[in-house]
Protein backbone atom coordinates (compact mmCIF):
# COMPACT_ATOMS: atom_id res chain seq x y z
CA UNK A 1 0.00 0.00 0.00
CA UNK A 2 1.34 3.25 -1.45
CA UNK A 3 0.89 6.42 0.86
CA UNK A 4 1.06 10.33 -0.55
CA UNK A 5 4.04 10.78 2.21
CA UNK A 6 6.64 9.28 3.46
CA UNK A 7 8.49 9.73 6.76
CA UNK A 8 11.72 12.11 5.96
CA UNK A 9 15.02 10.48 6.59
CA UNK A 10 16.64 10.59 10.16
CA UNK A 11 19.14 13.19 10.48
CA UNK A 12 21.83 12.63 13.54
CA UNK A 13 21.50 14.97 17.00
CA UNK A 14 24.66 16.62 16.40
CA UNK A 15 24.21 17.67 12.72
CA UNK A 16 20.71 18.82 13.81
CA UNK A 17 21.87 20.80 16.83
CA UNK A 18 24.94 22.00 14.39
CA UNK A 19 21.98 23.16 11.64
CA UNK A 20 19.83 24.64 14.57
CA UNK A 21 22.47 26.85 16.35
CA UNK A 22 23.62 28.34 12.65
CA UNK A 23 19.62 29.35 12.20
CA UNK A 24 18.88 30.66 15.71
CA UNK A 25 22.75 33.08 15.14
CA UNK A 26 20.66 34.26 11.51
CA UNK A 27 17.70 35.00 13.64
CA UNK A 28 19.87 36.75 17.03
CA UNK A 29 21.64 38.68 13.98
CA UNK A 30 18.08 40.01 12.98
CA UNK A 31 17.45 40.96 16.55
CA UNK A 32 15.33 38.46 17.96
CA UNK A 33 15.53 37.49 21.53
CA UNK A 34 16.67 33.63 20.86
CA UNK A 35 16.00 31.85 24.39
CA UNK A 36 16.66 27.98 24.25
CA UNK A 37 15.63 25.68 26.86
CA UNK A 38 18.99 24.30 28.28
CA UNK A 39 18.79 20.66 30.63
CA UNK A 40 21.56 19.70 32.57
CA UNK A 41 21.36 16.16 33.66
CA UNK A 42 18.23 13.71 32.89
CA UNK A 43 15.97 15.61 35.53
CA UNK A 44 13.87 18.47 33.25
CA UNK A 45 12.58 20.11 36.54
CA UNK A 46 14.28 20.48 39.67
CA UNK A 47 11.99 23.24 41.86
CA UNK A 48 9.08 23.48 43.20
CA UNK A 49 7.34 25.17 40.25
CA UNK A 50 8.74 23.30 37.47
CA UNK A 51 8.10 19.68 38.98
CA UNK A 52 4.29 20.84 39.53
CA UNK A 53 4.10 21.81 35.82
CA UNK A 54 5.03 18.70 34.44
CA UNK A 55 3.30 16.50 36.88
CA UNK A 56 0.42 18.60 36.47
CA UNK A 57 0.24 17.52 32.27
CA UNK A 58 0.97 14.08 33.25
CA UNK A 59 -2.34 13.60 35.02
CA UNK A 60 -4.50 14.05 31.85
CA UNK A 61 -5.06 10.89 29.84
CA UNK A 62 -5.24 13.62 26.91
CA UNK A 63 -1.40 14.34 27.65
CA UNK A 64 0.23 11.27 29.53
CA UNK A 65 0.66 9.39 26.20
CA UNK A 66 2.33 12.20 24.29
CA UNK A 67 4.07 13.59 26.55
CA UNK A 68 7.08 10.93 27.08
CA UNK A 69 7.88 11.50 23.60
CA UNK A 70 8.82 14.97 24.05
CA UNK A 71 11.59 13.76 26.79
CA UNK A 72 14.03 12.90 24.95
CA UNK A 73 13.93 16.44 22.56
CA UNK A 74 14.21 18.54 25.32
CA UNK A 75 16.98 16.91 27.28
CA UNK A 76 19.09 17.09 24.11
CA UNK A 77 18.65 21.07 23.72
CA UNK A 78 15.90 20.38 20.57
CA UNK A 79 13.97 23.32 22.14
CA UNK A 80 16.50 25.96 20.80
CA UNK A 81 14.26 28.88 21.68
CA UNK A 82 11.09 29.35 23.61
CA UNK A 83 9.46 32.06 24.55
CA UNK A 84 6.72 32.72 27.41
CA UNK A 85 4.26 35.79 27.32
CA UNK A 86 0.61 36.51 28.42
CA UNK A 87 -1.76 33.33 27.40
CA UNK A 88 0.75 32.28 24.54
CA UNK A 89 3.89 30.06 23.93
CA UNK A 90 5.95 30.52 21.16
CA UNK A 91 8.66 28.37 20.45
CA UNK A 92 11.29 26.30 17.98
CA UNK A 93 12.19 22.91 17.88
CA UNK A 94 14.61 21.46 15.63
CA UNK A 95 13.80 18.16 14.06
CA UNK A 96 14.55 17.41 10.26
CA UNK A 97 14.69 20.53 10.63
CA UNK A 98 13.66 24.04 12.37
CA UNK A 99 9.88 23.61 13.86
CA UNK A 100 7.70 26.47 15.13
CA UNK A 101 5.28 25.76 17.69
CA UNK A 102 2.50 27.78 18.93
CA UNK A 103 0.73 26.93 22.34
CA UNK A 104 -2.34 29.28 24.00
CA UNK A 105 -3.22 29.10 27.34
CA UNK A 106 -6.78 31.03 28.31
CA UNK A 107 -6.46 33.44 30.60
CA UNK A 108 -7.36 32.03 34.51
CA UNK A 109 -10.77 33.10 35.35
CA UNK A 110 -11.35 35.66 37.73
CA UNK A 111 -13.83 33.35 40.35
CA UNK A 112 -10.83 31.07 40.33
CA UNK A 113 -8.17 33.47 40.80
CA UNK A 114 -10.15 35.01 43.65
CA UNK A 115 -11.03 32.07 45.27
CA UNK A 116 -7.19 31.01 45.38
CA UNK A 117 -6.58 34.29 46.77
CA UNK A 118 -8.95 33.75 49.43
CA UNK A 119 -7.09 30.11 50.58
CA UNK A 120 -4.15 31.31 50.31
CA UNK A 121 -4.65 34.33 52.73
CA UNK A 122 -2.36 34.33 55.76
CA UNK A 123 -0.25 31.57 54.35
CA UNK A 124 2.13 33.14 52.23
CA UNK A 125 5.06 34.94 54.16
CA UNK A 126 6.75 37.05 51.46
CA UNK A 127 7.13 37.21 47.86
CA UNK A 128 10.08 35.52 47.96
CA UNK A 129 8.63 32.38 49.60
CA UNK A 130 6.16 32.39 47.15
CA UNK A 131 8.44 32.21 43.78
CA UNK A 132 11.12 30.30 45.54
CA UNK A 133 8.14 27.60 46.42
CA UNK A 134 8.39 27.73 50.47
CA UNK A 135 4.86 27.36 50.98
CA UNK A 136 2.84 25.64 54.18
CA UNK A 137 1.26 22.19 52.58
CA UNK A 138 -1.93 23.94 52.54
CA UNK A 139 -1.01 26.59 49.85
CA UNK A 140 0.89 24.24 47.82
CA UNK A 141 -2.29 22.07 47.96
CA UNK A 142 -4.48 25.14 46.74
CA UNK A 143 -2.22 26.22 43.57
CA UNK A 144 -1.43 22.62 42.67
CA UNK A 145 -4.98 21.58 42.68
CA UNK A 146 -6.08 19.87 39.45
CA UNK A 147 -9.14 21.25 39.06
CA UNK A 148 -9.16 24.89 40.71
CA UNK A 149 -5.83 25.61 40.88
CA UNK A 150 -3.44 27.36 38.66
CA UNK A 151 -2.23 25.57 35.97
CA UNK A 152 -4.33 24.52 32.98
CA UNK A 153 -6.72 21.99 31.54
CA UNK A 154 -6.25 20.61 28.66
CA UNK A 155 -9.56 21.99 27.18
CA UNK A 156 -7.71 25.48 27.62
CA UNK A 157 -4.53 24.38 25.85
CA UNK A 158 -4.52 25.12 22.28
CA UNK A 159 -1.39 23.35 20.59
CA UNK A 160 -0.06 24.05 16.79
CA UNK A 161 3.13 22.62 15.36
CA UNK A 162 4.60 23.40 12.12
CA UNK A 163 5.91 19.50 11.20
CA UNK A 164 3.89 16.82 9.39
CA UNK A 165 2.91 15.32 11.97
CA UNK A 166 -1.38 14.61 12.22
CA UNK A 167 -1.34 14.02 15.83
CA UNK A 168 -2.45 17.56 17.72
CA UNK A 169 0.84 16.94 20.28
CA UNK A 170 3.07 15.63 18.32
CA UNK A 171 7.04 15.41 20.01
CA UNK A 172 7.87 19.10 19.27
CA UNK A 173 5.20 20.29 21.36
CA UNK A 174 5.67 17.90 23.99
CA UNK A 175 9.40 18.92 24.32
CA UNK A 176 8.10 22.79 24.44
CA UNK A 177 5.82 22.26 27.20
CA UNK A 178 8.38 20.12 29.28
CA UNK A 179 10.50 23.00 28.36
CA UNK A 180 8.19 24.93 29.90
CA UNK A 181 9.14 23.43 33.17
CA UNK A 182 12.34 23.92 33.20
CA UNK A 183 11.78 27.53 32.12
CA UNK A 184 9.86 27.97 36.00
CA UNK A 185 13.07 26.74 37.91
CA UNK A 186 14.48 29.67 36.28
CA UNK A 187 11.61 32.22 36.52
CA UNK A 188 8.69 30.93 38.49
CA UNK A 189 7.08 34.24 37.92
CA UNK A 190 6.42 33.33 34.33
CA UNK A 191 3.55 30.73 35.10
CA UNK A 192 1.36 34.22 36.46
CA UNK A 193 2.44 35.40 33.27
CA UNK A 194 1.07 32.87 31.14
CA UNK A 195 -2.00 32.81 33.38
CA UNK A 196 -2.84 36.99 33.14
CA UNK A 197 -2.98 37.55 36.83
CA UNK A 198 -0.51 39.31 39.01
CA UNK A 199 1.23 36.97 41.70
CA UNK A 200 1.69 39.65 44.09
CA UNK A 201 -1.92 39.74 44.46
CA UNK A 202 -1.38 36.58 46.72
CA UNK A 203 1.25 38.68 49.59
CA UNK A 204 -1.05 41.35 49.32
CA UNK A 205 -3.88 39.48 50.49
CA UNK A 206 -1.60 38.30 53.32
CA UNK A 207 -1.13 42.44 54.34
CA UNK A 208 -4.87 43.43 54.43
CA UNK A 209 -5.70 40.05 56.70
CA UNK A 210 -3.42 41.12 59.15
CA UNK A 211 -4.89 44.73 59.19
CA UNK A 212 -8.60 43.28 59.20
CA UNK A 213 -7.67 40.48 61.99
CA UNK A 214 -5.72 43.77 63.99
CA UNK A 215 -8.86 46.00 64.04
CA UNK A 216 -10.85 43.59 64.55
CA UNK A 217 -8.86 42.44 67.93
CA UNK A 218 -9.18 45.94 68.93
CA UNK A 219 -12.81 46.29 67.94
CA UNK A 220 -13.46 43.05 70.27
CA UNK A 221 -11.66 44.28 73.47
CA UNK A 222 -13.57 47.98 72.91
CA UNK A 223 -16.51 45.92 72.62
CA UNK A 224 -16.12 43.95 75.59
CA UNK A 225 -15.36 47.41 77.71
CA UNK A 226 -18.41 48.73 76.58
CA UNK A 227 -20.39 45.69 77.40
CA UNK A 228 -19.48 45.13 81.09
CA UNK A 229 -20.49 49.02 81.41
CA UNK A 230 -23.66 48.03 80.55
CA UNK A 231 -24.25 44.93 82.48
CA UNK A 232 -22.69 46.30 85.67
CA UNK A 233 -24.15 49.92 85.35
CA UNK A 234 -20.45 51.06 86.27
CA UNK A 235 -17.95 53.65 84.36
CA UNK A 236 -14.74 51.43 83.83
CA UNK A 237 -11.69 53.53 82.91
CA UNK A 238 -9.68 52.44 79.52
CA UNK A 239 -6.71 50.71 80.68
CA UNK A 240 -4.01 52.63 78.58
CA UNK A 241 -4.72 56.29 79.81
CA UNK A 242 -5.44 55.09 83.32
CA UNK A 243 -1.71 53.50 82.74
CA UNK A 244 -0.13 56.40 81.30
CA UNK A 245 -1.76 58.61 84.42
CA UNK A 246 -0.20 56.54 87.11
CA UNK A 247 3.18 56.69 85.15
CA UNK A 248 3.30 60.18 84.99
CA UNK A 249 2.35 61.27 88.87
CA UNK A 250 5.23 58.45 89.84
CA UNK A 251 7.95 60.31 87.20
CA UNK A 252 7.24 63.91 88.41
CA UNK A 253 7.43 62.30 92.15
CA UNK A 254 10.60 61.26 91.83
CA UNK A 255 12.12 63.92 89.51
CA UNK A 256 11.05 66.91 92.34
CA UNK A 257 13.73 68.09 94.52
CA UNK A 258 10.97 69.90 96.82
CA UNK A 259 11.28 68.27 100.71
CA UNK A 260 7.36 66.68 101.79
CA UNK A 261 5.49 68.35 103.64
CA UNK A 262 6.32 67.43 107.72
CA UNK A 263 9.72 65.59 107.23
CA UNK A 264 13.01 68.00 106.48
CA UNK A 265 14.81 67.84 103.84
CA UNK A 266 17.23 64.49 103.28
CA UNK A 267 20.67 65.72 104.73
CA UNK A 268 18.84 69.35 106.29
CA UNK A 269 19.72 69.58 110.14
CA UNK A 270 16.86 68.56 112.71
CA UNK A 271 17.51 71.41 115.30
CA UNK A 272 15.73 74.53 115.32
CA UNK A 273 17.58 77.71 114.75
CA UNK A 274 16.01 80.76 116.25
CA UNK A 275 15.56 83.60 113.26
CA UNK A 276 18.82 86.21 113.14
CA UNK A 277 18.44 89.01 115.45
CA UNK A 278 19.41 92.50 112.96
CA UNK A 279 22.43 94.36 114.59
CA UNK A 280 21.47 97.87 115.83
CA UNK A 281 23.15 101.03 114.27
CA UNK A 282 24.07 103.60 116.02
CA UNK A 283 24.38 107.17 114.47
CA UNK A 284 26.10 109.97 115.46
CA UNK A 285 24.88 113.64 115.39
CA UNK A 286 26.47 115.58 112.76
CA UNK A 287 29.01 118.21 113.48
CA UNK A 288 28.43 122.03 112.92
CA UNK A 289 30.57 122.95 109.36
CA UNK A 290 32.96 126.07 110.83
CA UNK A 291 34.23 128.96 108.58
CA UNK A 292 37.43 127.95 106.75
CA UNK A 293 40.11 130.00 108.60
CA UNK A 294 39.04 129.60 112.04
CA UNK A 295 39.91 126.78 113.79
CA UNK A 296 39.24 126.43 117.15
Not at 24 to 30: A, Q, T
Not at 41 to 64: P, V
Not at 137 to 148: C, E, F, P, Y
Amino acid sequence: MAYGWAWRPYVPVARRRAQAFMQMEKLRKKGVNIQPVRIEGRQIARTFWGRSWCEHLEKFSDFENRLPRGRTYVRNGSVCHLDIQKGKIAAKVSGSEIYDIQVTIKALPKQKWRRVRESCAGQVGSLLELLQGRLSDHVMAVVTDKDRGLFPHPGEIGLDCSCPDWAEMCKHVAAVLYGVGARLDEKPELLFVLRGVDHTELVSADAAKAIVTKASKTDRRTLDESALSEVFGIDIAPTTPAKATAATTRSKTRGSTAPRQGRPARGAARRTVPPAIPKRIETKPARARQPAGKRT
